[in-house]
């Protein structure tokens, strides 16, 4: 999976403006008002553009939906962070459905086989093949609870962060329990995608620490849940 690269204009010029194609493989919400958009253009190249307001993220009729192509207008951000950054230009506009058969060859074709291979090249988003071992709430700073998946990667590997993506989390919103979650609820969401080709899309935050970690001084996120038709099903350990 190859990176989005944005080629400096220079000090006097302006990065021209281009149009594409995007596929969201990750839709969550950053705070009260901003959302954020992930996705693939029509060559697998990572794409984040920004500004997204929260409205984007939070309509499920909105111009940003999974299984869609949306056709947006980018320009690259000389100062970015991260190379999939790119400055949004206009309005976004819905583009068609893809087949399922069609979308899951698209993810399974541009997916990394593990956390460490997604993130590898500097690189801020990857989706990946998991194992979904659990699903819980935990009270973090300043009082807030946030959704927390746990899952493994093709290498086993055990993995617990947050999951701030729009769709899971509210389909768990009626499912609060104190600071958890309702077991009965979240089991059988684990049954469901037992059944499925589960992908994670996975991003890093900005960075809020010294880059000498394992996620260069990132959080880690899952930012968008796909559960793929199992045929042609990535090896992956099983739930235990």
Partial sequence: ?????????????????????????????????????????????????????????????????????????????????????MALV????????????????????????????????????????????????RRHTRGRVFLRLVFRDASGERFDWILPEVATVARFADARRGDGLDTARVSAWLDELAGADVHLAIGLTLASRPAGDRFKGCQPLVVGLHALPRADRAQVPERP
């Fill in 90 to 137: 206009g309005d976004p506009e819905p583009g068609p459905a893809l087949p399922p058969d069609e979308l899951a060859a698209l993810i399974r074709t541009h997916s990394s086989a593990t956390v460490d291979e997604g993130f590898a090249e500097h690189r801020s988003a990857a989706i990946i093949p998991a194992r979904i071992d659990d699903l819980h709430a």
């Fill in 1 to 85: 999976m190859s990176a989005l690269t944005g080629v400096s204009a220079g000090p006097s010029a302006i990065a021209p403006a281009r149009r594409i194609r995007m596929l969201p493989l990750a839709i969550t919400a950053e705070d009260a008002t901003t959302g954020c958009i992930a996705g693939i253009d029509s060559l697998g190249n990572w794409v984040r553009p920004q500004p997204i307001p929260l409205a984007f993220a939070r309509d499920p009729q909105g111009p940003f939906r999974y299984g869609r192509w949306t056709q947006i207008t980018v320009r690259p951000q000389e100062t970015a962070a991260r190379p999939e950054d």
